[in-house]
């Protein structure tokens, strides 16, 4: 836009006024430029950031292959935050839990948000969720139990462990189905404090423990026969109990002896890496089917053994 602005001047000299005005026309001409003006956006800075990634459940290494960042501030009376994934299942309903240990991890739990993911696997949840406690919270045992020793090593011994899983898996505040390789895992400890608790109840001072995790296996019978097998054929299937004694839930690898045994025995439903693929709970037990299936001569009786390992299983 141009504008022309004009001054017309009524000279005196000397107090005197001229005969003879002397107009004097300024014309002035601004040139106004047109400007776009943008409102800037301010992206949030958090003050922390989580990774979650995928994990081997049999040894807890990280994988890696999938993966997500949760961006949150430690403080505040809603939980602000903001995450992202990608390699997920494409276009599947996915659930931000925080799982508070012992299983389900409903020790109090809470879900966080929810979002479903892009066709390409992609996805982003973000929100300012009031949830009414900090993270951890009482009797969530990560509070009592470090992790900073193997295999977590994480950098907080103690604090919140956050998980992304389907959310067909999940029933507020509890995870109804465990299918690790479908989950991110943590990959150290939160601490939240949510600011509009403070001074609403009466200071409280207790001290958390957690009954001692006890991993037994009883096994039966304690030895078999398998009676004259021929090279080229298997025996019948005999059966072992593995039954869980303990107090956690366990997961049971399996190995045999060096020599003979180490070729014909066959153990049903063991994993190439020596896991049995069905988990005990407490007070459970699992029958599983050996037979032997010799693949060299030889003429005379062949004993072995089969050893059993118990773990804890989330």
Sequence with gaps: MISLICYYVNTKL?????????????????????????????ATTYDSSLDLVNKDP??????????????????????????????LEATTNYSLIYYANPWPGNNPGKLIGTGLSDGSGGLTISGTPDLNMSLPTPPDSNMV?????PPDNY?????????????????EPAVTSYQPTRFLFETDLINYTDTDLAGT???LTTTITEPAATIGL???????????????SCS???????????NVPIKVTAS?????????????????????????????????????????????????????????AP
């Design 14 to 42: 000397g107090g005197i006024e001229l005969k003879k005005y002397i107009g004097i026309l300024v014309c002035l001409a601004l040139v106004f430029m047109g400007l776009a003006f943008v409102q800037p956006t301010l």
């Design 58 to 87: 049999s040894t807890w290494a990280i994988i890696g292959t999938i993966q997500g960042t949760l961006d949150y501030f430690e403080s505040g009376n809603t939980f602000a935050f903001t995450f992202s994934a990608t390699g």
């Design 145 to 149: 139990v470090p992790h900073n020793v």
């Design 155 to 171: 950098a907080h011994a103690y604090g919140a462990k956050i998980w992304l899983v389907p959310s067909s898996d999940y029933a």
């Design 201 to 203: 109840g009466v200071p």
């Design 218 to 232: 009883t096994v039966s019978p304690p030895s078999l026969g398998f009676g004259n097998v021929s090279v080229g």
């Design 236 to 246: 019948e299937n005999s059966s072992i109990t593995l039954t869980n004694a303990g």
């Design 256 to 312: 045999t002896s060096a020599g003979f045994y180490t070729d014909c025995l066959k153990i049903e439903n063991v994993t190439a890496n020596g896991w049995i693929s069905t988990k005990i709970p407490v007070g459970g037990h699992l029958d599983i089917n050996v037979k032997v299936c010799p693949t060299i001569a030889y003429n005379g009786t062949i004993t072995g053994s089969v050893s059993f390992v118990a773990s804890f």
